[in-house]
């Protein structure tokens, strides 16, 4: 492209008409016109500018640098949220703590620094922090988490190339009291277990912390008490639960062994194992409240029918007998009393495979619980459902649950016959759950008196919490062997309980894994035994503070509600005649 | 200056004695703070950036002086050989930003820097000030010569150029460019009506292109909207300010602009503001608005048409460039990556602008009757 013009087009030599000469007369005279009003805009354009600097540098903020919104940005993005219990105690927290990096290109004399830094972080090794020294990245971490003391030595030391950088730490004021439940968070504060894991992001970028159903002093008791039988019973683990009977809320839950999670890295693989919600165990005897409840509520018994409990019954290589063996006619509540597994074989067969799995299912036995912790066990359930599945599962083997389904299915029991899902986080009130109806109010009545009866005069006499009307059902469990096979001397010892029993308010359920009898129990590591005295203690000490007044057992308002007695009786005298 | 003496007639003399002095003394002023920006803002970025230290220095120090000795070189010859000159670079450029387009490698987003013998080179730099020539001759032209569509050739260039820069994208350069082009057709005497129809066209455009491109609609919904978006950069600007006061925190002394990415170029005004105050900023705008105003005083008795529209269009290029990026750190305008004039950090820019401000003072020197070229 030339500039090559068209026909007398080129300027410099254009030989002027006196028409082409007006024409750009006038075109010029435009030119410089506009040209004053190009130069106002620019004019007012660059005042405005001015205006808005000098309005900004003299007149905003000024003095102060206010480099710091940096780094308080960066603190609000990654402060995570704290989780507190019912009552807004401190579960979990984040705190912001100093970790020594080095730039070993900054580092001058590395043996030396070595040297000196050891003499502050003693648990490290000159030889390893030498190490890091000379490595040829731009960064490397020396230790993380330091405390201000530690910060302030190191930085007295001068050393040239080691810094500081804020990270957040994650602090479990409680220590291990809620391990389990609460879980734990890694270095870079990800959560690696419980509701930390489970809630991982929304505690990331939550500003409200998240409550929990938990009451840290109940919390407090369970594992105080359950501890206390492992040690004196010599289990290997242990498990717990109290559960409001009315909302599903979990008050307290605990396994043991358990962890610190202030210490993550130090726990064992059995200690971080949740037994209370990820074990699935084969719960014994307490099965037979669910028994016993099907049999009423199917109408297939009543609490006068009678069932012949004279003879072991044999199928196939299996042989059923019973532990606190009567061998007579037992009457239902006398079935349940004596917590007979031939008795309650025979009224499994009456209502039979088909309602059990139904009702199993109805429980939510068959699935995982609902509940909000990543650590779920998946029941072990028969397939296919035999008839000698049925009769075993009468007594509480040949399906496996976790010991929170449980103390779930308990409640729905005891509660008028509503299924609530379980939760581990604070229900509000207002947010109405539905809750499922799975056995009628009636059956729900018969149960409490018939749990009652089992502490009154049965084998859970050790749960007796006088004034708090406890009434509950022992199981002894014997645990599969490696081969498959029942051990007699490797047990699981549960007693779950309600109370009070007239209106119950609260689930309590503790279970201790492979108890060993000592002279105090007379040889003996059954439910009655070592977790019954368990309840007692922990309904007798935790009750006050949920509220809940000793009332007197003998008044007539309540022998009238739980007047199982005189059934039991009446019942007996029946039998008697037979 | 004693040294050249009145009478002396050689092509320095009568550069020296026809030149304005106070146009040339105003560029002086900025390429001597350009190089004391460089110093106080590129530092921080080029270490960011895992550079040495001084890496933006030495590239720029070592650049000024041929941008100098460019732009007085270019300031010698007569307009008609500036107007051959524009013409030739302009085809140059066109050259060059297709084959940018084929060639070029995506720098965030867009294909802007041509590779050449070690050198980028960003041709849309170089489009500008011989754009504003060529068109200012078209349309000189079609008011001087009747029957001749230099308006038409004009539009259809600056479609052309227009395209070609959106294709890269880059929306700053064709909002200048069109801007510019849009004032040399006003001076040219563009019918009242039309001005307006223009300027309506032009708000679509810009309306289309927030709908046509992410990040244009992301900065001017932070524009509008600070609070609910990520205004970073302009926040931290603001800070600069704020923290520079009146008289500054001194030179090496600001803090705010270790957290400014782009300091050194789109933000360079901020980093001034805070280490040497805003009386220094109020230097800057009065040494770009002196230049300005005035060029376009002196254009007033300009008797040809044509070195009245390219002049203008070439100050307003530097007016309308500098005010973006003042405006953009100071939060007036939605933020527009855009350099400072003489003063950002950028080789292609300051060449580019010493050819515009070296093109500029070629066609205001004082030439004998005024009248040589109509």
Known sequence: ???????????????????????????????????????????????????????????????????????????????????????????????????????????????????????????????????????????????????????????????????????????????????????????????????????????????????????????????????????????????????????????????????????????????????????????????????????????????????????????????????????????????????????SVKMALDFGLAAQRGFMGKLGFLAPLSVELPERGTPITPSPWRRINTMTIAFGHGIAVSPLHLASGVASMVNGGIRWPVTVLKRDSSARTVGKQVISKRTSKQMRQLLRLVVENGTGRKAAAEGYLVGGKTGTAEKPGESGAYARKALLSSFVAAFPMHDPRYVVLVMIDEPKGNKESHGYATGGWVAAPAVRRIVSRSAPLLGLLPMDEESPEIRQVLEIELLAEKGRKRLASF | MSTVDRTDTSVIGNWWWTVDRWSLGALALLVMFGAMMVFAASPAVAERLHLGSYHFVQRQLMLLPVAVVLMLAISLPDPLAIRRLACLGFAGCIVLLILTLVFAAEIKGAQRWLSIAGFSLQASEFVKPCFAVVTAWMFAEWRRSPGFPGHWIAIGLHALVAGLLLLQPDLGQTVIVSAVWFGQFFLAGLPVILVFSLVGIGAVALVGAYFTFGHVRDRVDRFLDPAGSDTYQVDRSLEAFANGGLMGTGPGEGEIKTFLPDAHADFVFAVAGEEFGALVGLVIITVFGFLVLRGYLRLISESDLFVLIAAAGLLAQLGLQSFVHMASSLQMIPTKGMTLPFISYGGSSLLALSLGMGMMLALTRKRPGRGGMS
């Open chain 1, 1 to 343: 492209m030339s500039p090559r013009l068209p026909p007398q087009g080129d300027s410099v030599d254009a030989i002027p008409t006196v028409r082409i000469e007006g024409n750009a007369k006038q075109a010029i005279e435009v030119g410089r016109n506009r040209l004053l009003v190009a130069g106002m805009f620019f004019a007012v354009a660059f005042t405005l500018v001015a205006v808005r600097l000098v309005d900004i540098a003299a007149f905003r903020g000024g003095g102060e640098p206010s480099v710091v919104r940096e780094s308080s940005a960066t603190v609000l993005k990654t402060g995570r949220a704290d989780i507190v219990d019912r009552n807004g105690l401190l579960l979990a927290t984040s705190l912001s703590v100093p970790s020594l990096y080095a730039d070993p290109k900054e580092v001058i004399d590395v043996e030396a620094a070595a040297q000196r830094l050891i003499t502050v972080l003693d648990h490290l090794s000159a030889a390893k922090v030498a190490a890091k020294l000379k490595a040829t990245k731009r960064f490397v971490w020396i230790q993380r988490g330091l405390t201000p003391r530690q910060q302030y030595r190191i930085n007295a030391l001068g050393i040239p190339g080691l810094h500081f950088q804020r990270e957040e730490r994650r602090v479990y004021p409680q220590g291990s009291l809620t391990s389990h439940i609460v879980g734990y968070a890694g270095t870079d504060s990800v959560g690696l277990g419980g509701l930390e894991k489970q809630f991982d992001g929304m505690l990331r970028d939550g500003a409200q912390p998240l409550k929990l159903s938990l009451d840290v002093r109940i919390q407090h008791i369970l594992r105080e008490e359950i501890g206390r039988q492992m040690v004196k019973f010599d289990g290997i683990g242990g498990a717990g639960v109290v559960l409001d009977a009315n909302t599903g809320e979990v008050i307290a839950m605990v396994s043991l062994p358990d962890f610190d999670p202030n210490l993550t890295g130090a726990a064992a693989e059995d200690a971080r194992f949740n037994r209370a919600t990820l074990g699935v165990y084969e719960m014994g005897s307490t099965f037979k409240i669910f028994n016993t409840a099907l049999a009423l509520d199917s109408g297939s018994a009543t609490m006068n029918s009678g069932y012949d409990a004279t003879n072991p019954i044999r199928i196939a290589r299996f042989t059923i007998n019973d532990y606190h063996a009567k061998r007579r006619w037992l009457s239902v509540p006398e079935i349940f009393m004596y917590s007979s597994n031939i008795g």
